[in-house]
C-alpha cells in the first residue's frame, strides 16, 4: 500500500483529492472545518518536501454551475486551517488552469473549483479524468468520503499515473483502522449495530458473522429481531417483510458461534416526540400505543459488560432516538462504556452515517481511537465492498 511517505515530493506538483464538503451557514461560511483539518497532514508533508499542491474537491450536488456550490466561500478557511494562502482558480480543467498550474512554486497551494460543476465527475468521464492528470506529477487521493464512488477525479484519473499515486494520511489511517478491525482486530470482537432499520444494515451483519465474537443491536432494528422471535413490539418501528431474515440470522449466528445480544427492555413512550410520555418495559412486552425509543437500564448493564471484556470495538448506529434528550440515554450510556474500555487498551473505531453525530453530540470523540470521516464509504467498507476510489490507488 503506497503513500505519501513513500514518495520525495521535492519540485513535484502533487494532485490531491480531498473532501472539501464541508457545511457552509446561509452566509457562505464553513460552519465545521473537520474536513480541511483532516487534509491538512497530507498537505503539510508534501509542501515540507518542497512541493506544491493543486487540491481537488467537490462541494455539495450542484446542477451545473451554481455560485452557491462555489469552493470559492471556503479559501479564507482553508488559508486560516493550513495557514498559507491559497491560490483560487475558478475552473478545475481547462487552458487557464493547467497555466495557473504551470505557474505554481514549490511550497505554494491551488484549491480547484468544484468538480461537480462539470457532470463528467459523476459518471467517471475519461476525457474530464484525462484533463484532471495535466495538473499533477504524482495523484494522491486523500478524500475518505467520497472512495465508494467510481468519479473521475477519485478512482479514474489515477490510471494515468501509474506507479505515482498514492494514498494521502488521512485514507490511509482510514484503511488501516478498518483493517483493525475486520482483518487483524484482537480478540474478543464485538459489533455495536444500531440505527433505524435492519434493511440498511443487513449486508454489513453478514458481512461481519465471519469476524467478530460479539453483535450487540440496538435502535429501531431491535423491534424487527424482537417481533422475530414472538415478542410484543406495540408501536414500535418494524420491518414486517424482514422478520423471515431476522430469524434467518439469529440462526446463522448461532451456527458460527457469534453471540448476538439484543435489549432487554426499552423505554417506550406514547408519542414521536421528546415531550411523550415514557416508561420502562420489557423488550417483548410493550402495550399498544406505545414505542421503543431507547434501551432500558438493565440493557445498559448489559451492554456495557459485553463492551467492557472486548479488546475490539466497532460501532455504527445510535441505540436510540439520542436527537430528542429523552432517548438519549442509552446511546450516551454505551458512548461511556467504549470510552473506558478504549481507556484500558481496546481498540475502538465509531463510524458511518449517525453514529458520528452521536459521538460529537455528546463529546466523545477523543475518548474513542478513531472516528472515521467517511458515512457511506465506511458502510460500505464494512459490507466487505472493495471501494474504487481504494482499488485504483492499489492497482499497477
Ligand atoms: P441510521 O441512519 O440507520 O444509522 O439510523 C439513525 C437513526 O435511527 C437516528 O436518526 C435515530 O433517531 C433512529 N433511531 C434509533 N433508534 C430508534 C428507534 N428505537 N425507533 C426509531 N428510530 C430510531
Known sequence: MKTIYDFNFENKKALIRVDFNVPLNENFEVKDSTRILSAKPTIIKILEDGGSCVLMSHLG???????????????????????????????????EVEEAVKKLEPGQIILLENLRFHPEEKEGEINFAKQLSRLGDIYVNDAFGTAHRAHASTTIVAQ??????????????????????????????????????????????????????????????????????????????????????????????????VQIHLPVDAVVA????????????????????????????????????????????????????????????GT????????????????????????????????????VSYVSTGGGAMLESLEGKTLPGIAAILEE
Open 332 to 367: 450516551k450510556a454505551l458512548g461511556n462504556a467504549i470510552a473506558q474500555a478504549t481507556k484500558r487498551g481496546a481498540f475502538s473505531l465509531v463510524g458511518g452515517g449517525d453514529s458520528v453525530a452521536a459521538v460529537k453530540q455528546f463529546g466523545f470523540q477523543d475518548k
Open 160 to 257: 494515468f499515473f501509474p506507479k505515482l499515486k498514492c494514498f494521502g494520511i488521512l485514507l490511509a489511517k482510514e484503511i488501516e483502522c478498518i483493517n483493525k478491525v475486520m482483518e487483524t482486530g484482537e480478540k474478543p470482537i464485538t459489533a455495536i449495530l444500531g440505527g433505524a432499520k435492519v434493511s440498511s444494515k443487513i449486508t454489513i451483519i453478514k458481512n461481519i458473522l465471519d469476524k467478530v465474537d460479539h453483535i450487540i443491536i440496538g435502535g429501531g432494528m431491535t423491534f424487527t429481531f424482537i417481533k422475530s422471535q414472538g415478542g410484543h413490539i406495540g408501536n414500535s418501528l418494524v420491518e414486517d417483510d424482514k422478520l423471515e431474515l431476522a430469524k434467518e440470522i439469529l440462526s446463522k449466528a448461532k451456527a458460527k458461534n
Open 270 to 329: 406514547d408519542a414521536f416526540s421528546n415531550e411523550a410520555n415514557t416508561q420502562i418495559v420489557a423488550i417483548n412486552e410493550i402495550p399498544n400505543g406505545w414505542m421503543g425509543l431507547d434501551i432500558g437500564p438493565e440493557t445498559e448493564t448489559k451492554f456495557a459488560e459485553v463492551i467492557a471484556n472486548s479488546k475490539t470495538i466497532l460501532w455504527n448506529g445510535p441505540l436510540g432516538v439520542f436527537e430528542m434528550e429523552t432517548f438519549a440515554k
Open 61 to 95: 450536488r450542484p446542477k451545473g454551475i451554481q455560485e452557491k456550490f462555489s469552493l470559492r466561500h471556503i479559501v479564507d478557511t482553508v488559508e486560516d486551517v493550513i495557514g498559507i494562502e491559497v491560490i483560487f482558480v475558478d475552473n478545475c480543467v481547462g487552458e
